[in-house]
């Protein structure tokens, strides 16, 4: 692990693997505090999520996408990782204004029984995977200096 990145992971998360995965395309080399507010945008119903890869029977949506849709349960404990991951960030010394999302990964998970009745279908479960690094700003004309 390099000195300049966070890495925050999220185990046997309760949300859907297909909703996790699109969320995290959709945020990935994106600014923190961009990647944030596109998910609060999302959970009001603002801004939709693209659906590039499990979009078959995926409505379209106003603006500049295809097929999207409103994963806010996903979206919700997607954003408090990303909090958590900025604590952490914060808590090494890094700048939380400069950090970009390197890796979003999500995989699925064990498949867990319901109890009772129900007890022959499955729970949902995720595993997710977050490395933001510190982008440091290079002066130009210290690079023009170094040739």
């Known amino acids: 692990m390099a000195e300049n990145t966070a890495i925050v992971n999220g185990v046997e998360l309760p949300i859907s693997t297909k909703e996790s995965v699109e969320i995290c395309n959709f945020i990935r080399n994106k600014n923190l505090n961009d990647a944030k507010k596109m998910l609060e945008n999302v959970i009001k119903?603002?801004?939709?999520?693209?659906?590039?890869?499990?979009?078959q029977d995926?409505?379209?949506r106003k603006g500049r996408i295809a097929a999207g849709r409103f994963p806010v349960k996903a979206s919700k404990e997607i954003?408090?990782?990303?909090?958590?991951?900025?604590?952490?960030a914060s808590h090494q010394g890094l700048d939380t204004n400069n950090l970009v999302i390197k890796q979003a990964?999500?995989?699925?998970g064990s498949r867990q029984f319901h109890y009772g009745r129900k007890r022959r279908i499955q729970m949902k479960r995720t595993h997710i995977n977050f490395i933001v690094e510190?982008?440091?700003k290079e002066n130009k004309t210290a690079v023009k200096n170094k040739k």
């Open 45 to 55: 119903l603002k801004v939709a999520v693209p659906y590039k890869r499990y979009n």
């Open 58 to 60: 995926t409505p379209h």
């Open 79 to 88: 954003l408090s990782l990303l909090k958590s991951v900025e604590s952490n």
């Open 105 to 108: 990964i999500a995989n699925m």
């Open 134 to 136: 510190e982008r440091v």
